[in-house]
């Protein structure tokens, strides 16, 4: 299983773009990249998913570059309520030994 | 709603008492999750089912047994083995295009 490693915290104000980068070497050719967003006393939620390259939904970007061995998740244009931890999630789509990392904690300001 | 159930949302225990948290998901997952956080840290893995009557531990096991009789259901308890309880239990059931799905949590006290 490949191992991440994210920075412990990262603090950013309103309005500016925050851009977390995962760190994961060792990542197989199968694993896909996956993203997800904790609050206070709440489960995770997913956020983005990708193998390689750029994906884009509603709410985040995920660059990927072509040797796969780090990920970059990009929030645009935070607001107060970003304010939350994101955690890197590596691993196959089969079901298996999911480990998180530590996450990384954002905190914006006004 | 489809969905991740877990109860109770809060929960005391006494030393030397085993208490058990309940998960019930109706997506129709097959694989299930149970995590534990502790304050300020990331989630550590308890055990995993892939099937029913098949479960798998994780990095944390020791002190919590499983068991998976239907696929909906996934309870977790906290055996007093266990030596330091005090925790968020988080559940999740997994779907095959690499998404876990989360319960509210189950914050465990050791009085």
């Known amino acids: 299983l490949a191992k991440t490693t994210q920075p412990i915290s990262m603090d950013s104000y309103e309005g500016q773009e925050v851009n977390i980068t995962c760190s994961h070497n060792n990542i197989a050719t199968n694993d896909y990249i996956t993203w997800y967003q904790q609050f206070p006393s709440q489960g995770p939620r997913f956020i983005i998913q990708g193998y390689k390259t750029k994906v884009t939904n509603e709410v985040a970007s995920l660059f990927i570059p072509a040797d796969r061995k780090s990920s970059t998740l990009s929030l645009p244009r935070v607001s107060l309520s970003d304010t939350a931890v994101y955690y890197c999630l590596v691993g196959e789509h089969s079901w298996g030994k999911l480990q998180f990392g530590a996450g990384t904690q954002v905190v914006v300001t006004p | 709603d489809g969905g991740i159930t877990q109860s109770p949302k809060y929960l005391f225990r006494k030393e030397g008492q085993n208490v058990t948290l309940s998960c019930e998901q109706n997506l129709n997952h097959d694989a299930m999750y149970w995590y534990r956080q502790d304050p300020g840290q990331g989630l550590r893995l308890i055990y995993y089912s892939q099937i029913v009557n098949d479960f798998q531990k994780g990095d944390i096991a020791e002190g919590y047994s499983v068991s998976r009789e239907k696929k909906e259901s996934f309870p977790l308890t906290v055996t007093s083995a266990q030596k330091n309880p005090t925790a968020f239990y988080l559940c999740?059931?997994?779907?095959?295009?690499?998404?876990?799905?989360f319960g509210e949590g189950s914050r465990l006290t050791v009085l």
């Open positions: 999740a059931s997994f779907v095959n295009t690499g998404e876990l799905f």
